[in-house]
DNA sequence: GTAGGTGCAAACCTTTTGCAGCATG
DNA sequence: CATGCTGCAAAAGGTTTGCACCTAC
């Protein structure tokens, strides 16, 4: 899907909920869209300050919240206070690996494990909203790097 | 396994490790290891300080920092910026269900679960150290209170 | 005796909020 | 033109840190 594709998606869906569609909301989506990386809300603040020096802090912490709860961005925990965000537009839900060496994240994606979750659930009577799987450890790089650079 | 005797395991493996063995690490170890729920930091000094008002929470987040890195207490986000923590000795690994409802826990396990994470781990080269499954969503209790008095 | 640990208070960092003014529908 | 949104700055909430004093080894 292209770019102004999925934000016209983001706009058609907010205006219909009867947010109102400002600038700020523009560009703030927009660039949340255009990054395909996991990002801080400082670091989408700064990206969204690079277009329009103006844009308050505020104002993307409101805005990530409403696209939060609209399904289009997701926010991870990063076990150190703060979150991470992904627009998730067009992406099948996937995991986390997060490598504690160099910080990267990976994707992945298992039907099974997803299968064995809502199992465990309804073992239980508890109903899924949602969940966050992440793995930490290291990546192949890392290892080899301290392999050889001990 | 007796309370004592886990109390044991820690301050050797502690002393082991090179730290000192303090009346407030005893204390805040020893709380720790009676509380079978899942406490915050907070919740962990408020404990202490009925048995010892002067301990400070200071020493109590810096206790736990040393047991988590030895791998006796383990954190989890909460996903609204703090964190819960709980005691692992002597439990089995398990993962957690957690009800945005009433905040109640809920831990389950599934081998097979484990068992996929790795294989997908494998798939990369990606090692394991932890990992981290939270389920979020309603707890039997919470829908039913819901669904009978809306 | 000397690291290392403790208590206190202040600093920190991320996120939320109150309020006056502005812009959208 | 009314309501919702924005920017600012301050508050909040959880956690960390600097420093002088203390204590286990």
Chains 1, 2 share one sequence.
């Not at 961005?73 to 979150?83: A, F, S, W, Y």
């Not at 994606?109 to 299968?115: G, N, Q, Y």
């Amino acid at each position: 899907m292209k770019p102004e594709q999925e934000l016209s998606i983001v706009e058609a869906h907010l205006r219909k909920s009867g947010f109102r569609w400002t600038n700020q909301r523009a560009l703030i989506v927009r660039t949340a869209l255009s990054t395909h990386d996991h990002f801080t809300a400082e670091e989408l603040l700064l990206l969204c300050r690079k277009v329009d020096p103006r844009v308050s802090r505020a104002t993307v912490y409101r805005t990530l919240l409403v696209l939060e709860e609209a399904g289009f961005v997701e926010g991870l925990d990063t076990g150190d206070g703060g979150r991470k965000f992904e627009h998730v537009i067009g992406h099948k839900h996937h995991d986390h690996m997060v490598c504690g060496g160099c910080g990267s994240i990976f994707e992945f994606h298992d039907d099974e494990l997803e299968r064995r979750q809502e199992a465990a659930a309804k073992r239980i009577g508890f109903r899924i909203e949602r969940h966050s799987l992440r793995i930490y450890g290291s990546c192949r790089d890392c290892q080899r790097r301290r392999g050889t650079a001990p």
